[in-house]
């Protein structure tokens, strides 16, 4: 996984909940030596690990987890990659054309990068359906994803999101529709 996801996932427990919490999920994670970085390619194992021990201590599970922090994720990575977006885009002509910009990019930057695979259908003006296929079964954070954009594009109290798969699976089905 993407460095910048595990710092951004090391900011995300630190502000929700606080260092000291974070320095306990990393051990027990059994990574208390590692300091993530932007540059590297971590093993997915590492995350899985952190998440399933956040999973243990918060009560939650990990599709509500990745929501979550699939939705904190969203203003940093528009940042980080603002140049691949055309100002008059909205949340669903984002989703439609990350396949295409963004994940390009990321898997550009890296050959270990993989980002899962979009499968986006544009039915109208406002909606949607993204086949995601991910061997990571993290839909939970596409969902988020959604969220978040929704959020950033000020479209919040519009945009429904609605997953019509069982979640966990390596390829789900997800329904987006503006109202
Ligand atoms: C907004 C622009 C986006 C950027 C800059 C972006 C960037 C990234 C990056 C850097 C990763 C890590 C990849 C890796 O470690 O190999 C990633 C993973 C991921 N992205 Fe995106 N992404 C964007 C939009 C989206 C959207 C719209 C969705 C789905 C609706 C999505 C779903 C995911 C998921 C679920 C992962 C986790 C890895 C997996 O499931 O295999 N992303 N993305």
Redesign the pocket.
């Known amino acids: 996984?993407?460095g910048?996801?595990l710092m951004l996932l090391k900011r995300y427990v630190q502000t929700q909940y606080d260092h000291s919490t974070w320095l306990k999920l990393m051990e027990l994670s059994g990574l208390e030596n590692v300091e993530f970085d932007h540059k590297t390619?971590y093993p997915d194992e590492n995350i899985y690990a952190l998440v399933g021990q956040a999973a243990e201590m918060t009560g939650l599970s990990a599709g509500e987890l990745?929501e979550k922090f699939?939705e904190y994720?969203?203003p940093d990575?528009?940042f980080?990659?603002q140049k691949?977006?055309q100002p008059e885009w909205k949340t669903l002509d984002?989703?439609e054309h990350?396949e295409l910009?963004?994940?390009k990019?990321?898997?550009r930057?890296?050959p270990?990068?993989?980002?899962?695979v979009?499968n986006v259908k544009r039915l109208g003006e406002n909606e949607l359906i993204?086949d995601?296929v991910?061997?990571?079964?993290?839909?939970?954070?596409?969902?988020g994803?959604?969220r978040g954009?929704a959020t950033y594009f000020d479209e919040a109290d519009r945009i429904d999101v609605m997953p019509t798969t069982s979640h966990d699976g390596e390829r789900v089905r997800?329904h987006?529709r503006r109202t």
Not at 112 to 116: F, K, Q, V, Y
Not at 134 to 143: E, K, N, Q, T
């Open positions: 996984m993407h910048t996801v390619v990745h699939g994720l969203v990575l528009m980080m990659y691949y977006v984002m989703i990350t910009t963004m994940h990019q990321v898997r930057e890296h270990e990068n993989s980002p899962p979009l993204i995601y991910s061997p990571r079964r993290m839909s939970g954070l596409a969902v994803i959604v954009l997800i987006v």
